[in-house]
């Protein structure tokens, strides 16, 4: 579904070592980095073994971080966070082993979201967009720092293929605003292609796999216009990356969404499973046998994962 749903669960960043930085360092086994959200107006990034085992906290800060994205090194993670939950947000960059995040954007009037890497590790590709008008759109910027480029006009949830393709959710025009495509474009945004299975109506929230083969994406099988949360029953598939073969890999009730990240072997996905607004856990699924396990299971809302290349 949409970012704004995100953006009302509110990061702070900033330049200096946080409380307990250092905390990633010898957590090599820690592979999947999430969100925890344990009140109304703060969440901090958290890793966690793929068995669930451990939770170990990344950042302490006020505000709110959220939507980490692992470098193709492993060594860093990106992040969307500002320091009230209406935004703005920026990005920045977090090295886990040392507790050290730096700002990369410094965007007063806009809400900055959904970073990804392109494949050197040299580049972060995300979404943004007007936080008074939601107009939004995809654009690149050096993670040292720079001038940002537009990519793509109106969009959300990029992601890089390891060829550099570019993947994103794009709206269409005239229709109601859940109503989303699934978009495969040169690494510049031109060329873009629709690869939406014809069966689908709407659908999101697309990633790559580790070889570029396969796409994983989120549709609802219920009523994704409902005003009840839970009713739109979102859940994850995958399909081939030209759009075929569309397989459905959640059958759970609530929502099974925001962005599945892969394992870097392709055999499983990490997600975000939740029914009502404010509690939700990480999961993943096995993609041969379709069993899900719960990594997380408390009275918070862990939401966001992402699995470490």
Do not use: K
């Not at 060829?163 to 978009?183: E, F, H, I, M, N």
């Not at 299975?197 to 580790?210: D, G, H, L």
């Amino acid at each position: 579904m949409g970012l704004g749903l995100l953006v009302a669960c509110g990061g702070g960043g900033g330049s200096e070592p946080r409380p307990g930085a250092g905390a990633g360092a010898g957590l090599a086994d820690h592979e999947i980095v999430f969100t925890r959200q344990d009140g109304a107006d703060g969440a901090d990034l958290w890793l966690v073994r793929p068995d669930g085992s451990d939770p170990v906290r990344l950042t302490d800060d006020p505000g709110v971080e959220l939507m980490a994205a692992w470098s193709p090194d492993g060594d860093q993670v990106a992040y969307a966070g500002g320091e009230s939950p209406d935004g703005p947000f920026d990005l920045f960059v977090l090295d886990v082993r040392s507790g050290t995040a730096r700002q990369v954007t410094r965007t007063p009037d806009r809400c900055e979201s959904a970073p990804t890497w392109t494949p050197d590790g040299g580049d972060l590709v995300y979404a943004s967009r007007d936080c008074a008008t939601q107009a939004d759109g995809i654009f690149t910027i050096p993670v040292g720092g720079g001038q940002e480029r537009r990519l793509v006009a109106a969009g959300s949830w990029p992601d890089v293929g390891p060829d550099g393709r570019l993947l994103y959710s794009a709206p269409v025009s005239g229709d109601p605003w859940w109503v989303q495509r699934v978009v495969v474009s040169e690494p510049d945004g031109s060329d873009p292609v629709d690869v939406t299975p014809q069966r689908f109506e709407s659908a999101s929230e697309a990633t790559w796999s580790p070889d570029g083969g396969r796409i994983a994406f989120v549709a609802a099988a219920g009523d994704p216009g409902a005003e009840d949360v839970e009713s739109w029953n979102e859940e994850v598939y995958v399909m081939d990356a030209d759009g075929g073969d569309p397989r459905r890999v959640t059958t759970a009730p609530g929502n099974d969404h925001w962005p599945p990240s892969w394992s870097p072997d392709g055999q499983h996905l990490v997600f975000s499973a939740d029914g009502v607004p404010a509690s939700g856990e990480v999961a993943t699924v096995d993609l041969e046998t379709l069993v899900v396990t719960a990594l997380t299971d408390n009275d918070v809302h862990d939401l966001l994962p992402a699995w470490r290349p």
